[in-house]
């Protein structure tokens, strides 16, 4: 027993505590994390089918946009300990715990302990890493999935073991359903990876492959090609796709339309998240057009465009502020044109994701979140390379450790290549750059410190004092905007050390003290901002990290978290009879905090969005006929259409007295009035709204042309021409403690302020309208 302890490394033991405190740490305070989830989760705790297909609801109408296998975690979490947000979203951080050690794992073999300790800690201390952790997205279940397929293929290759391949290959394939074709941005670097690494043959090396790629299709296609095989009328309408079917979900909606912009569901392409226009810096927010608009958040407004302003202002607009139509925070959709700001440093809110260009990642809406370290990856990958090159080989002849760093690079060059023109995604997504990241940093580290242990190759100290400065000179101006003091810290202590790095000293010792400092100097602020979410207890639909969380008192990632009002509960289960479901709706964000309540079908005819083709109005007529629906409740985002239009001819309005809620006129009807006659040139020039939510995840929406209501103006910012100051601000059911703590708890209080109303209105049971069918 002593030889085995003795044998642990005390140093990565330490890292997992650490990484287990910053996920694990006050998710007690999750509440619903992120709703749209959480209610699937609830209803596949209800039912075996709702399980196997993903259904959003317990009676399986329909299912929401990821395959099923993430989720299949979190609701065997929810089904052993019941569903509360802590139980939902520990799956994800027991995931992000085994994605550091699996990168300790797959580093310190080849690369000696003290690469795998630096790889372990950047890893865990990524701020994006941290908040994905937290929630009970795919992110951080997807990433465990793809590091634990890398770790087979090294133990193929390393142990000549076909088996372990076409495992590896077979990791992908699930790694699919958990976030669609997300995952293969990894198989470049697996295949190529394998070819240069084994030592079988040429020809066995294809038969290999070719197995593995068999494994791959099998693990890939099954569940899609068994739900699509389905009869229809048998299983859940498939959210967000087109054509009812998880094939077209997955190349479409969560395919294509990442690479080329959203389209499901809003009739052309979705062009507000990444534009590529060209503009002076600093922009005006996603999707707007010419000079009018919301400026981003840190930014002033002048006549001539938008110019960032270094003000703490993003974290309290996206998180803390309520849009019209019942959403929070995030940019408007539906309107065209117009650059994408940066943001600040805490992420630039749910659709701040930059400007495309080879520079994105390094932008202030991307780069807070995960480039921390970038510029010392690249050059420990440039640096390391050339330290384990062998001269008596040719140049094209890699040693092992060489084709391990392929295998890094091969997954970091795809990957940032992608997000640096896709034009649909969240920030949050920039988990898949973590790992390389971190394990390129760590190599290069250890790598320079082997060097001059070894007293050769002294131009390591050059290589080394350039990633010191480039990246310290990046974190300075992530920084800069909150702490001025820290900024100069970091800037002007990592340049005195890399000075004496490369010029001054030459003694081991002294370099290793001096290394050590700069090291921790580097990891003081991606290590506060990584720290940010914990203590902020954030478990949110949209997850962030950055000091905006603190100011905010917290975020709910701008969607999702809306409220059940329980007065509108208690009415339907009184007068609902035997009807399988409690009411229907257009879109998820109104009925999830239902289902999550009651655990009761609510059935969602729209989808995620709002505008999914779920069931046609012959079919809803027969089940309103049947007595399977029995109510309507027109709320949220989608408030016209064929069955909409339909229930409003045909159905018998519910005075919102009887209910507890607020009628539609009185909360949507102020916004749609005030705003429509205020806000005149700069609704000339947008598009008419799409009615859809912006992104993959849960969202809200902004009318087009219309400046949020409840919003303050960032400090330096100018009035935008031809647009004038509401009249009046629409108020909302809810005081902002409500919409700005970063989550609450679910239990009988849940979703209510004191006289037992939503905390959010028009989605969370007030501002719509309750139609009994007859």
Do not use: C
């Not at 091969?410 to 290549?417: C, F, I, K, R, S």
């Amino acid at each position: 027993m002593r030889k085995f302890v003795k044998r642990w490394d005390w140093w990565l033991v330490a890292i997992l505590v650490l990484a287990a405190g910053l996920y694990g740490w006050n998710i007690w305070e999750a509440g619903q994390a992120n709703d749209f989830y959480t209610a699937a989760i609830v209803s596949m705790t209800k039912s075996w089918k709702a399980f196997w297909y993903a259904s959003f609801d317990p009676a399986s109408f329909i299912t929401v946009d990821k395959p099923p296998v993430a989720l299949w975690f979190m609701a065997i979490s929810a089904k052993i300990f019941g569903v509360h947000g802590w139980s939902v979203v520990l799956p994800s951080v027991l995931f992000g715990i085994g994605s550091v050690g699996l990168i300790y794992a797959m580093v310190k073999p080849y690369f000696g302990r003290l690469a795998g300790n630096l790889a372990a800690l950047f890893m865990t201390i990524t701020p994006i890493v941290v908040a994905d952790s937290r929630t009970n997205n795919m992110d951080a279940t997807l990433v465990f999935f793809l590091l634990l397929a890398g770790f087979l293929l090294q133990r193929a290759v390393a142990k000549r073991k076909t088996w372990l391949v076409i495992v590896s290959f077979a990791l992908i394939g699930v790694a699919f359903n958990v976030k669609m074709l997300q995952a293969f941005m990894l198989l470049p670097a697996m295949y190529f990876f394998y070819w240069i690494a084994s030592t079988v043959g040429w020809k066995k090396k294809i038969v290999h492959l070719a197995m593995a790629t068999i494994a791959l299709a099998v693990f890939t296609l099954a569940w899609p090609v068994a739900v699509d095989s389905t009869n229809k009328n048998s299983r859940p309408y498939i959210g967000s796709s087109s054509t009812n079917s998880v094939l077209n979900l997955a190349f479409g909606y969560n395919g294509s339309q990442r690479l080329l912009g959203q389209s499901t569901g809003t009739g052309s392409r979705f062009p507000g998240m990444g534009s590529s226009s060209k503009g002076k810096s600093g922009q005006a927010p996603t999707g707007t057009k010419g000079k009018t608009g919301t400026p981003p958040s840190g930014s002033k407004t002048g006549a001539k465009g938008t110019k960032p302003t270094g003000k703490k202002a993003s974290g309290k607009m996206m998180a803390g502020t309520k849009m019209p139509g019942g959403s929070k925070g995030g940019a408007p959709t539906g309107m065209t044109g117009g650059k994408q700001g940066d943001g600040a440093g805490g992420g630039g809110g749910a659709f701040n994701i930059g400007t495309t260009g080879p520079f994105r990642l390094f932008q202030q809406a991307l780069g807070g979140q995960v480039s921390w370290f970038f510029p010392l990856a690249l050059t420990g990958l440039v640096g390391a390379y050339l330290y384990e090159a062998d001269r008596k080989k040719r140049w094209w002849q890699t040693t092992h450790n060489q084709q391990q760093l392929w295998y890094w690079a091969g997954w970091l060059v795809p990957v940032a290549g992608f997000f640096s023109i896709a034009s649909f995604f969240h920030p949050y997504y920039m988990i898949m750059l973590a790992p390389p990241l971190a394990v390129l940093g760590g190599i290069g580290i250890a790598t320079f410190v082997k060097s001059v242990k070894e007293g050769r190759q002294p131009w390591q100290r050059y290589i080394f004092a350039i990633g010191l400065l480039t990246t310290a000179a990046l974190q300075a101006w992530y920084v800069y905007s909150y702490y001025p003091w820290l900024s100069w810290l970091i800037a002007g202590g990592s340049a005195i050390t890399a000075a004496f790095i490369a010029f001054v000293f030459t003694s081991w010792r002294k370099v290793a003290v001096t290394s050590t400092f700069a090291i921790t100097l580097l990891s003081l602020a991606p290590g506060f901002w990584s720290l940010t979410p914990t203590i902020a207890g954030e478990s949110a639909a949209i997850p962030t990290a950055g000091p905006d969380l603190l100011t905010s008192g917290g975020n709910s990632g701008g969607m999702g978290n809306e409220s059940a009002n329980t007065k509108l509960i208690k009415y339907l289960e009184k007068h609902d009879g035997n009807a399988k479901y409690l009411f229907a709706t257009m879109d998820s964000g109104t009925a999830a905090p239902y289902i999550i309540k009651t655990g009761k079908s609510v059935m969602t005819i729209g989808g995620f969005n709002g505008t999914d083709n779920a069931i046609s109005l012959a079919k809803f007529k027969q089940l309103v006929k049947a007595g399977q629906v029995k109510y309507f409740y027109v709320a949220g985002k989608s408030t016209s259409g064929s069955i909409v239009n339909w229930v409003k001819k045909h159905g018998t309005k519910i005075s919102a007295k009887t209910y507890g809620g607020t009628s539609a006129s009185s909360m949507m009807g102020a916004t749609s009035t005030s705003e429509s006659k205020t806000i005149s040139s700069a609704s000339k020039k947008a598009t008419k709204p799409t009615g859809s939510r912006q992104g993959g995840q849960p969202g809200g929406q902004m009318p087009s042309g219309s400046k949020p209501s409840g919003m303050k103006k960032p400090s330096g910012t100018k009035k935008p021409s031809g647009v004038q100051k509401p009249s009046t601000t629409p108020k909302t059911s809810g005081t902002s403690k409500q919409m700005t703590k970063p989550s609450q708890k679910p239990s009988s209080k849940t979703g209510s302020n004191k006289q037992g109303q939503p905390g959010a209105g028009g989605m969370g049971g007030n501002g719509g309208t309750l139609y009994k069918l007859n």
